[in-house]
Every structure is written in C-alpha cells, then in structure tokens.
Nanobody, 114 residues
Framework: QVQLVESGGGLVQAGGSLRLSCAAP????????MAWYRQAPGKQRELVAS???????NYADSVKGRFTISRDNARNTLYLQMNSLKPEDTAVYYC????????WGRGTQVTVSS
C-alpha cells in the first residue's frame, strides 16, 4: 500500500515562505500526475496545484503567482514552494495523485499569522 508522507509545514508570518515536501517511500508515485491539496478548518479539501507527467503545472487562482509545484524525479519527491503567504493559506496540506486518489497521508500543517 502506498504511503504518502508530507513535511515542511510550520508557523510563519504573513509574507513569509515555506517549502513543502511529499514522498512516497518505496514507490514512484510522485512521478505521476500529482497535486497538492489543502483543507482549512470547516472547509472542504481543495486542489491547490498540480503537475502532470510532462511537467505542465496548474494552480488555483488563489495561489497563482505565489506557489510553485515541482518534483525531483531522482529523489521521488514532490515539492510546493509557497511564497508571499497569507493568513488565508492556513490549512493542512496534502499531496496525492490526481486521476486516482490514494490513501491520504497525515498532511502537514501550515499556519500563517497576520
């Protein structure tokens, strides 16, 4: 069973930056059509950014120009660089595939203070 492990979250002031990482130990899942999702308290989980097998990326309007999704195929790791963070970016962030969802990992908490 594929296990998704997210890391890199934390507490940061508005305007700050964080880089999230996602690994799937023992699997090459992160080389597939992947995405970062987030879920804020009381809200539904939403797709934030995606990257397909060709490296093409897409972003939610709310993060466009501030977040960058990428991956390192040699390390089987997916990343999300988050700049100019806003309090409304506060959420638990998860990675997963896009076309076939796997069991969700525990996510990584991102808290942005104003």
């Amino acid at each position: 069973q594929v296990q998704l492990v997210e890391s890199g979250g934390g507490l940061v002031q508005a305007g700050g930056s964080l880089r999230l990482s996602c690994a799937a130990p023992g699997s090459t899942l992160t080389m597939n059509f992947m995405a970062w999702y987030r879920q804020a308290p009381g809200k539904q989980r939403e797709l934030v950014a995606s990257i397909n097998t060709g490296g093409n990326t897409n972003y939610a309007d709310s993060v466009k120009g501030r977040f960058t999704i990428s991956r390192d195929n040699a390390r089987n790791t997916l990343y999300l660089q988050m700049n100019s963070l806003k309090p409304e970016d506060t959420a638990v962030y998860y990675c997963n595939a896009v076309q076939t969802l796997y069991t969700w990992g525990r996510g990584t908490q991102v808290t942005v203070s104003s």
